[in-house]
């Protein structure tokens, strides 16, 4: 029984699929998709439970969120060990994730009140009032590299708007869901208001396509979000929030502590191994000695950076990819970069067949005359030297993207420069540009996004703004308008 569907388990009735830990294939799960049948017996169920939902008031829904707080705190650990076992990151990094999850809860409630909530202003025309209300019913799409914290960053602000859910996760990462729905059932959420459904592309397409939700929140691809939003085309009526990929730079210019330097390029570009949206996969190094220095100790550095499975110990830095399938991928875009030109500093290599692990890779890319403007989502870093810090900041900026981006740099003056003139939803100086908070907006521009930020700022595409000026009982004014008598 793997889809959750007006507050029971049901099973799909689609067809089989499974779940594999991609540091040995095993298989962890396996089910069979929701058809689209049953997306319409989900989608009919979040809409049955809404307005009852909303009509609770925020603080019997803020009760219930706050119990699944408690489920989140009271299984961290098997959170943290069904994520590691499903995308193969490891668990010190899951501990992470799961803690992230967990204070997710309270920063939405700030989110909430900030962002939305409600206010009154007395004005000559009346009482002014403000409030929020919820779109309705809304699809969330998530993505396999923060199976859990992720879609959860979209799902717990939106049931605290009022909005009922139908959560349909990566299919390389059902386990998880799964895990989370059971937690919201145990909170006490009433029927309808979250719903499960588990597959592939049908199944996405089928929720995507419903006529009856009133939105949808997608964490993804830059490939699928563009699908979505021509979907989306001509329904000015539907919320659609997109959080996408990103083909992010790094610029190093002007830095004293070259280590210091080395452990940020590093966090930025092979944490996760690579399965960052934010993740750096540009980094742009000064010509020179200065430069040669930093490339020599950054090389040695990736060529020591432990890589394993989720529960080895000690605990590598980087473990699996999601799958064997995204590691082959990525020996594919050395190999293309090669043959552009490029020149591996560390070579990626696929480590173990039949499993997604693969060592970091670095390549200098300098000589490319056409830098393919892609996101490979995998630990492979390009290098591009620069002469003077405008060229820098133009090839940075040479992206359809707008993600995040930085700078190492000692000097302010030589940051402000950087920042007036970057186009990235995130910028980061002298820190790694991963590991976002969620006390901030978080989003990108370009073919990142679609000006819907998420994090903080999800609150805002949660719900609609409601504008009135009320007044006690009906009253004349103290003068009539001219050409009028009572
Ligand atoms: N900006 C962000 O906040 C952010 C965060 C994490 C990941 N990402 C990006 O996500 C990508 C990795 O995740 P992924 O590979 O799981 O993304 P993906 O686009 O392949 O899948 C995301 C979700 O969309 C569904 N889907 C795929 N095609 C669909 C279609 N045609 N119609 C409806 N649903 C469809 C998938 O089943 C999944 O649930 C990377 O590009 C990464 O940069 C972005
Ligand atoms: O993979 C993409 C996002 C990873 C992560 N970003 C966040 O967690 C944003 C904050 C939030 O949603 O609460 C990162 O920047 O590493």
Known sequence: MTQFIKGQWVAGLGHDVTSKNPANNEVIWNSKTATPEQVNIAVDAARDAQFDWFMLGFDARLAIVEAYRTQLEDNKAEIAEVIAQETGKPQWETATEAGAMIGKIGLSVAAYHKRTGSSENDTPAGRAVLRHKPHGVV???GPYNFPGHLPNGHIVPALLAGNTVIFKPSELTPKVAELMLKLWDKAGLPAGVINLVQGELETGKALAAHPQIDGLFFTGSSRTGHILHQQYAGEPGKI?????????????????????AVHDIIQSAYISSG?????????YVEKGAQGDALLEMLANAVKQIKVGAWNVQPQPFMGSMISEIAAKGMVEAQRNLLNLGGESLVELTHLEVGTGLVSPGLIDVTNVIELPDEEYFGPLLQVVRYSDFDEAIKLANSTRYGLSAGILADSREDYDYFLARIRA????WNKQITGASGAAPFGGVGASGNHRASAFYAADYCSYPVASVEADVVSLPANLSPGLSL
């Open 240 to 260: 659609l929030a997109l959080e996408m990929g990103g083909n992010n730079p790094l610029i190093v210019k002007g830095v004293q502590d070259t280590k210091a």
């Open 275 to 283: 399965q960052r949206c934010t993740c750096a996969r540009r980094l």
């Open 139 to 141: 699809a969330v799409f």
């Open 425 to 428: 939803g995130i910028v980061n």
